[in-house]
T-cell receptor, first 112, second 117 residues
Framework: GEDVEQSLFLSVREGDSSVINCTYT??????LYWYKQEPGAGLQLLTY?????DMKQDQRLTVLLNKKDKHLSLRIADTQTGDSAIYFC????????????FGSGTRLSIRP | DTGVSQNPRHKITKRGQNVTFRCDPI?????LYWYRQTLGQGPEFLTY????????KSRLLSDRFSAERPKGSFSTLEIQRTEQGDSAMYLC???????????????FGNGTRLTVT
């Protein structure tokens, strides 16, 4: 079945760039999403990219999509302490509204 | 736009009791989803409504679980005869399928954390 995989942890120094990686298996995916979850809170949509795009930039966030390798990454420039959270990759299909699959999340921690 | 609202934020109940959660989606969203999230995991799909119609249910949704969206606006999720394994965060999300939104992403509420003792 469909699967989304992410590494569990990432630690970066404050001010450096963070790169969170994700791989997915469903070649019919139409949308790829990045969500952020802070402790005790729901998921906040950060950004998303259509499968016919290679890159999307939004302020400090850059999303790269390699559709051939089914690899998605989220780069956070100038990482700040407020970026500490769990980041979830998710993939969805326009043809099936309910078929949105989430990864297990990457916990990003920031070192001073 | 006040976002997706869920109540209560926390619920502690004894095993065997029934619980009901409520979700108020973003007002112009016609799609509503329930997800369950356990510690260290991503959200897992439970069920999905388009307007008032429940279009899909996951195999995770046992017969003790029932969800409704009677008027196509708010939704309730009821768990009967709760078990300790039901302890989790229950997340509601909404989206729109209208042309201007083109399958808009899911917008999540802050969840209801259920603890079954």
């Amino acid at each position: 079945g469909e699967d989304v995989e992410q590494s569990l942890f990432l630690s970066v120094r404050e001010g450096d760039s963070s790169v969170i990686n994700c791989t997915y298996t469903d070649s019919s995916s139409t949308y790829l999403y990045w969500y952020k979850q802070e402790p005790g809170a729901g998921l906040q949509l950060l950004t998303y990219i259509f499968s016919n795009m290679d890159m999307k930039q939004d302020q400090r966030l850059t999303v790269l999509l390699n559709k051939k390798d089914k690899h998605l990454s989220l780069r956070i420039a100038d990482t700040q302490t407020g970026d500490s959270a769990i980041y979830f990759c998710a993939e969805g299909s326009y043809s099936s509204a309910s078929k949105i699959i989430f990864g297990s999340g990457t916990r990003l921690s920031i070192r001073p | 736009d006040t976002g997706v609202s869920q109540n209560p934020r926390h619920k502690i109940t004894k095993r065997g009791q029934n619980v009901t959660f409520r979700c108020d989606p973003i007002s112009e969203h016609n799609r509503l989803y329930w997800y369950r999230q356990t510690l260290g995991q991503g959200p897992e799909f439970l069920t999905y409504f388009q307007n008032e119609a429940q279009l899909e249910k996951s195999r995770l949704l046992s017969d003790r679980f029932s969800a409704e969206r009677p008027k196509g606006s708010f939704s309730t999720l009821e768990i009967q005869r709760t078990e300790q394994g039901d302890s989790a965060m229950y997340l509601c999300a909404s989206s729109s399928d209208r042309p201007s939104s083109y399958n808009s992403p899911l917008h999540f509420g802050n969840g209801t954390r259920l603890t079954v003792t």
